[in-house]
């Protein structure tokens, strides 16, 4: 096994004994929800600042079959996936015809369409008071309301998830998206239609945004309108970016850190965002490149600290 | 059909206040080719501001200058200490950094006027309604018509007939040609985001005795002021008026027969103008 897959092995077993277990299992979801947006922002160039549309649509859809039809969890994952990606359609196909900042703008405006049907149908989403009650059922015999069983049962559809991005980000498409990122024009000129190809990762996305917004809703049992809201397309652009955008790995170093970071502040502060908009502030004007950078550069400046020592 | 006159004025008079919005985020947007997510934020500082400055002095005019003016102080002083250093970023980074920012000046707003919303009355000379003839309409709003329409006129005026103006518009187009003519692209940028932020505080100051004051103005406001933009096209001025004033008055027809939708309309409008063009109202990319 490679050193990556032990590493992960390892913190996801023992994630539950440092933290609670549903802050543990919020860390794996926000870290697939980091996946589906960093094959737009990472590996296609594409920054979107709307994913929440596709979050919460699916947390809501799901959520209220959950509730009202009693559908089974593997159903309910499916209809996640599939309105995450059918609403990633939608918004992806007004979008992907604009660039630059057009682009980022669009997806924000659109989110903010659905961040206002979704509080102003309050028959449907519970409005500001969000959409409570959203069961956990049973399969298959397994309890998962038991937060350990359901904490294993998301670790593993992480995996799924990590594994599938990984096969997705080598194969040909990945490479042709990566192509875009690097050289928009060049990869038209080569005969790849690029706004259709723009669709497609914002599709894929949108199906992992789903998946993420699905387990959700069934993690604390509500759909808090804050799970359509710029507030969550904002979290997770903040997290990829902590963690660092180049890699596959970098938006669950950044889930991890975020996740975290929000859970200390949230209980010392109700007007912690503030910290969080100074800590966005301190992390673009001096830690660029995110965690794994710092890391390295960290690493670099003891090097250097070290080897002026030995020569004094 | 008198109601739907009524609301069609009404649409004119917000409609005007969203095309100074998308106005002043297309000018900081087009010259320093930054998304700026703090834009909603400066106009709900700028509302805030004049509550607290017409509070303080007891002049509802002073405080109409004091506002924006503060705002754009701010907004000099941001250009000044951060967003100067990111230029070379990329817009992911300056996203954060303006989103960051919007999140500080956010909170600061409930730390400072506390987070349940505020009336503030318009002048008394300018409460009141006056008879148009099919219906008696406030006083207050036909000013703010009055008032953004002056402001359109300035920054046209600013925009197309003075020097430095025209030095902006070529930032516009073209950054590298303006700063290799000698110009000091820096204070463009500064000078760029002054007005912009100005703007921006000055429809949040006018906003305040129609609609009242709330920490989330701010980023309804952003929205609608990216909704501007991207179907009027950036530095394009006569966009900003016909986005505005289309989304304005498509806003208070609907809040006539359908109360609930009136915001959503305003982005399912934008949605299905793109839908038929989608390089927006005037083809500008």
Redesign the interface.
């Known amino acids: 096994m490679k050193k990556e897959t032990i590493v992960l092995l390892v913190s996801i077993i023992a994630l539950p004994f440092v933290v609670r277990p549903a802050i543990a299992t919020e860390i794996w979801i926000f870290a697939i929800f980091g996946l589906g947006l960093n094959l737009l922002?990472g590996y296609t160039g594409l920054?979107s600042?709307g994913q929440s549309t596709f979050f919460g649509s699916a947390a809501y859809v799901a959520g209220w079959l959950l509730k009202n039809y009693g559908i089974n969890v593997f159903f309910a994952l499916g209809i996640g996936v599939g309105v995450g990606a059918l609403s990633a359609l939608l918004v992806g196909y007004?979008c992907v015809?604009?660039?630059?900042?057009?682009f980022?703008?669009?997806t924000?405006?659109?989110?903010?369409?659905f961040y206002?049907?979704a509080?102003?149908?309050t028959t449907v989403t519970g409005g500001e008071d969000g959409m409570p009650g959203i069961p956990r059922p049973d399969f298959l015999g397994l309890n998962f309301k038991d937060p350990l069983l359901y904490y294993a049962f998301v670790s593993l559809l992480f995996l799924l998830s990590l594994w599938l991005m990984k096969r997705i980000v080598e194969s040909p498409l990945g490479r042709i998206l990566q192509a875009i990122r690097e050289n928009e024009v060049r990869a038209e000129a080569v005969g790849y239609h690029v706004p259709r190809f723009k669709l497609l990762a914002f599709v894929i996305g949108g199906a992992f945004s789903g998946l993420a917004g699905v387990l959700y809703a069934m993690l604390f049992g509500i759909v808090p309108l804050e799970a359509i809201s710029?507030v969550f397309s904002?979290n997770v652009?903040?997290a990829t970016?902590i963690g660092g955008?180049g890699s596959l790995y970098g938006p669950i170093i950044g889930s991890f850190v975020f996740i975290w970071l929000s859970e200390s502040m949230s209980v010392m502060w109700a007007?912690w965002?503030?910290l969080?908009?100074?800590?966005?502030?301190i992390?673009?004007?001096f830690f660029?490149g995110g965690v794994v950078e710092a890391w390295s550069r960290l690493g670099e400046k003891v090097r250097l600290w070290r080897s002026s020592r030995q020569k004094t | 059909m008198n109601l739907l006159l009524g609301q069609i004025l009404n649409g004119i008079a917000t409609g005007m206040l969203y095309a100074l919005m998308g106005l002043g985020l297309s000018l900081i947007?087009g010259v320093l080719?930054?998304?700026n997510?703090a834009h909603g934020a400066l106009f709900a500082v700028g509302a805030y501001l004049l509550v607290s400055s017409a509070n303080l002095v007891g002049n509802f005019w002073v405080a109409l200058l004091v506002a924006p003016l503060g705002v754009a102080l701010l907004g000099l002083i941001i250009e000044y200490a951060?967003v100067r250093?990111?230029y070379a970023?990329g817009?992911?980074?300056?996203?954060?950094?303006t989103?960051?920012?919007?999140?500080?000046l956010?909170?600061?707003i409930?730390?400072i006027w506390g987070p349940v919303g505020i009336s503030h009355l318009p002048p008394a000379i300018l409460r009141g309604g006056v008879d148009l003839g099919f219906t008696f309409y406030p006083k207050y709003r036909l000013f703010v018509m009055g008032m953004a329409g002056l402001l359109v006129l300035a920054t046209w005026l600013f925009l197309e007939k003075t020097r430095y103006g025209a030095v902006m518009r070529a930032g516009i187009e073209n950054k590298e040609m303006v700063s290799l003519l000698g110009i000091d692209i820096h204070r463009l940028f500064t000078v760029a985001f002054g007005i912009g932020a100005f703007l921006a505080g000055i429809a949040g100051a006018l906003t305040a005795p129609i609609r009242g004051l709330s920490p989330g103005m701010g980023?309804?406001m952003?929205?609608i002021a990216?909704?501007v933009?991207?179907l009027g096209g950036?530095g394009n001025l006569l966009g900003a008026i016909a986005a505005g004033l289309l989304i304005g008055i498509a806003q208070a027809v609907v809040a006539a027969y359908w109360t609930?939708?009136s915001?959503?309309v305003i982005?399912?409008v934008?949605?299905l103008v793109?839908?038929i063009r989608?390089?927006?109202m005037f083809g500008i990319?």
Do not use: C, K
């Open positions: 922002l920054l600042f007004l015809q604009r660039s630059g900042l057009y980022i703008m669009l924000f405006a659109l989110n903010q369409l206002f049907i509080y102003q149908w710029f904002g652009v903040f970016l955008s007007r965002p503030l969080l908009g100074v800590a966005f502030v992390v673009v004007l660029r | 947007t080719n930054i998304p997510f951060g250093r990111l970023a817009h992911d980074y300056q996203l954060l950094f989103f960051g920012l919007a999140l500080i956010n909170e600061l409930i730390v980023v309804d952003l929205g990216f909704v933009v991207a950036l609930e939708a915001t959503a982005f399912a934008m949605a793109l839908l989608p390089q927006g990319r």
